[in-house]
């Protein structure tokens, strides 16, 4: 690994348990290749397009591969579609593969390989790339979850930044039970809840449960009518982070028209810093996504106060 030169500082994904376990796996990778401690960063989409790349050197994992990341000295280990192609920066790339997995592999080959994250990279792997159809799938969400539920850093900190603590943790429990009991009852109550911001792409208002889970039912089942489910996420700081889903990658290219990244099923942003609470937020998904049929700022769209 004689391009994988000391890196000033780790970025990664801040929304989700890939990018958590591939920013962690990386300050192990940097431990063990040049003995010192890495400043892990993690951001979300919009802070991350914000960010300026100012480092010389720098570790990257769980984001889009673009032309303002493709820097000497710079190593970016990711599974996000892109259309550049790197020309100074080392790039690991694999669309069939998490963050976590690739980052653990590079973890394997310079001897760093436990069974314990062995098991937490696979269930991360099922989850973040949503295999359905593997047996461990639910558990492999409730893992998910976590993050969703507690938060990057919190769950960090709590572990102490030992991660295999993780695996078979008391907070599991918590998660099967909101999974078991909660889960449905969200489900029926967002099956009503759902309102248009374009022909093709409805907000789903959401109680309980699991959002991707009760997003992905509404579209398995061909619930409402729209092709891409968004919702919506209040952070601590008041921001508004805003989820995408479809079936047939349309996902990706609604985010893109918002500053946001991600897959073409399972993509999202962040929402300006003026857009503070729900109702605010429909109001500018519609600004922004349907502004040639709006009127009257929003409250006489065409699709306004649609519900199913």
């Given amino acids: 690994m004689s391009s994988f030169l000391k890196p000033e500082v ?46 010389r050197s720098a570790w990257v994992t769980d984001f889009t591969f673009e032309t303002r990341l493709d820097r000497p000295e710079w190593v970016v280990i990711d599974h996000h579609s892109t259309a550049v192609q790197a020309q100074k920066a080392r790039l690991i790339h694999d669309s069939h593969k998490s963050a976590s997995l690739l980052c653990y592999e590079l973890c394997c080959q310079q001897g760093l ?73 969200g489900f029926e109550w967002s099956r009503v809840h759902v309102e248009a911001v374009t022909e093709e792409v409805g907000v789903v208002r959401t109680t309980i449960g699991n959002t991707n889970l009760i997003v992905h039912q509404l579209l398995d089942r061909g619930a409402t009518p729209f092709k ?27 985010a893109a028209k918002l500053q946001g990244g991600g897959h073409p099923n399972a993509a999202g942003t962040t929402l300006p810093k003026s857009v503070q609470d729900q109702e605010s937020a429909l109001i500018y998904l519609r600004q922004t996504l349907a502004p040639a049929t709006l009127s009257g700022g929003g409250l006489n769209h065409p699709f306004a106060g649609l519900k199913l």
């Fill in 10 to 55: 780790i970025c990664t994904h801040e929304s989700d348990l890939d990018g958590l376990v591939a920013g962690v796996l990386l300050r192990r990778l940097a431990r063990a290749l040049h003995g010192v401690e890495v400043p892990l960063q993690a951001w979300n989409y919009q802070g991350w397009k914000n960010r300026q790349m100012s480092e």
């Fill in 228 to 254: 891409v489910l968004a919702t919506l996420f209040p952070k601590a700081n008041r921001t508004i982070v805003v989820s995408f889903r479809s079936q047939h990658g349309e996902a990706l290219g609604v």
């Fill in 113 to 185: 390989q436990t069974p314990a994250f062995d098991r937490l990279v696979e269930l991360t792997n099922i989850g973040d790339l949503w295999l359905r159809d593997r047996a461990d799938f639910e558990l492999a969400c409730d893992y998910a979850n976590l993050v969703k539920t507690y938060g990057f850093w919190q769950l960090h900190d709590l572990l102490g930044g030992e991660l295999e603590r993780l695996l078979e943790h008391p907070l599991l429990e918590v998660m099967a039970v909101k999974r078991r009991v909660e889960d449905p009852l």
